[in-house]
């Protein structure tokens, strides 16, 4: 674990046991999948934000638990169904479920996981929880589908491309956030001001991802580097490098997009690097934790705070 989940490391691990707890299936299959995909790990920051979140807001329930959970399914379904859409091979430093399983059995049991995700929101009762977290989950598909018509697609703008992470990615990390907020019955202008934190850190996490596809190392990254350019997906080191570079350079790139091709990696990541386009897309992943800092600003002063501060300020500074 990372520092910041020092503050909650009980309920942490209460997360953890009622994440397999909550795995349970009669089919064999259903659960071996579930649990490859959970116990590959990962940083699980969207439960962390429900759990910092709710305590923050002094929370002495237990339903923080089961929302973090419910969160950590919605992710995990994506990551199955996203792995199946990009063809991976590779998350988190180890093969893929569809790479060990196969298309079908990934897809299902991503099935299982939202359908799991939603059998627990039911439980805890909250219509404004389920009103947040169905329509989020409705986003993300949107976000998913878009993503697949702007794939080899040179000519994505700027706000084309955020619009998709948003959607995609930062929404998740703003339901999360609200959905601690609402369970400890904070007013509205609480609850949409850590929406907003959610949604600025979820933004700058994505891009700092986006950067690191032309600038990581493979080991650390837990993927293959170039993984994005391989897919034809026009991220922001991309799009801002086909702007600022020279005819030729941007002809490079925008063939390699069109065609999917990463065949010529490191002439495109030498061009992001010299076109300013790296600099570029971190210093937004910056200017997004900073609008983030200003919206936790409604939270009182505690060891909570603290560690959402800190883990905002982790989205741009890791390599991985």
């Known amino acids: 674990m990372l520092p910041f989940h020092d503050v909650v490391a009980d309920d942490f691990n209460d997360v953890n046991n009622l994440i397999i707890s909550q795995l349970y299936s009669d089919v064999g299959l259903v659960e071996n999948i579930g649990h490859y995909l959970i116990e590959a790990g990962g940083k699980r920051l969207r439960p962390l934000m429900v759990l910092l979140c709710a305590r923050a807001l002094d929370y002495r329930g237990k339903q923080h638990l089961d929302l973090a959970v419910i969160i950590e399914f ?48 039911v439980a805890i009762g909250n219509m404004d929880i389920m009103s947040i977290l169905s329509k989020t989950t409705n986003i993300i598909a949107e976000g998913e589908v878009q993503q697949l018509v702007n794939a080899k697609d040179p000519d994505l703008t700027e706000a084309g491309y955020l619009q998709v992470i948003k959607k995609k990615t930062a929404v998740l990390f703003a339901a999360a956030c609200e959905a601690g907020a609402v369970i400890a019955q904070a007013d509205a202008t609480v609850c949409a001001a850590l929406s907003q934190y959610g949604m600025e850190v979820g933004i700058a996490f994505q891009l700092v991802d986006d950067a690191l596809d032309y600038s990581g190392a493979a080991d ?78 409604v939270l009182p002063e505690s060891p909570f705070r603290t560690a959402l501060t800190d883990v905002a300020k982790f989205a741009t500074g890791r390599d991985h």
């Open 220 to 297: 650390a990254l837990g993927k293959n580097v170039g993984d994005d350019l391989a897919e034809g997906k026009p991220t922001l080191p991309l799009i801002h490098a086909m702007e600022k570079a020279n005819p030729a350079d941007r002809e490079l790139i925008r063939n390699a997009i069109r065609n999917g091709d990463a065949s010529q990696l490191s002439q495109v990541v030498s061009i992001v690097e010299s076109s300013g386009a790296m600099d570029y897309t971190l210093a937004s992943a910056s200017a997004a934790v900073t609008r983030a800092l200003e919206a936790l600003t």
């Open 74 to 121: 919605i992710h995990s379904a994506t990551l199955l169904h996203d792995d199946v859409v990009d063809t991976s091979s590779l998350r988190r430093g180890r093969p893929t479920a569809n790479a060990e399983w196969g298309n079908a059995p990934s897809v299902l049991v991503g099935d299982f996981l939202y359908s799991r995700a939603f059998q627990m929101m």
